[in-house]
């Protein structure tokens, strides 16, 4: 990887979904995506799963489908602001280390949402920039869990 590169490649583009099964299907059936993992994340209000697709070479980028666990979810949120329709919700980045790109785009001015990473799909640490910083796309920056199939 080059020096002053900070991010290893797209991890995975996020589409909210009012259902997650209804959205499966469709990616699976219609699309020919397949799922890799599934998974509750309370913390984050969501039910979600992982798609990919061909071999899964270790910088495949994967679909995260997010549908809202509970009327307070920020996916819940997001599917009122837009009409009750899914859509693209963030684009994820992967990391290999979240705490030294965390530092550097706060140098640069970019608002993070937390104070420290937290915890993602499948163990990886999160860290999430606000629309705002970033031309208007909700920018997650992953660093997958030590072992993980990435
Ligand atoms: N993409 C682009 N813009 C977005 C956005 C999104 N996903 N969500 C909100 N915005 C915009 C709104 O349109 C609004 O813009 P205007 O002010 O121009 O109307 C602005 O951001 C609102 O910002 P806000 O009032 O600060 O906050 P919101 O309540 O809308 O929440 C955000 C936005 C980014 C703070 C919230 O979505 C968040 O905390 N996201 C991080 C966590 C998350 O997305 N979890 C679910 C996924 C979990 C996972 O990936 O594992």
């Known amino acids: 990887m080059n020096n002053s590169d900070l991010f290893v490649c797209i991890d995975h583009v996020g589409y909210a979904v009012p259902n997650l099964d209804d959205a499966i299907k469709l990616h ?5 995506w397949r799922v ?3 998974e509750t994340n309370e913390e984050q209000g969501v039910e979600e799963a992982m798609l990919g697709t061909g071999d899964q070479h270790s910088e495949n980028a994967q679909i995260q489908l997010l549908a809202p666990l509970n009327p307070a979810s920020t996916i819940a949120k997001w599917l009122e602001r837009n009409g009750g329709r899914g859509g693209v919700q963030q684009v994820a980045y992967r990391v290999h280390d979240i705490d ?3 530092a550097t785009l706060r140098e640069r001015g970019v608002t993070l949402l937390y104070d420290e990473p937290k915890i993602g799909t499948g ?3 999160i860290q999430f920039a606000h629309p705002k910083s970033t031309g208007g ?3 997650e920056i992953v660093e997958p869990a ?3 199939a990435h």
């Open 100 to 102: 030294a790109v965390s």
């Open 123 to 125: 163990g990886s640490r």
């Open 28 to 32: 699976c059936e219609v699309f020919g």
């Open 36 to 38: 890799l993992h599934r």
């Open 146 to 148: 030590q072992g993980a």
């Open 137 to 139: 796309i909700l920018l």
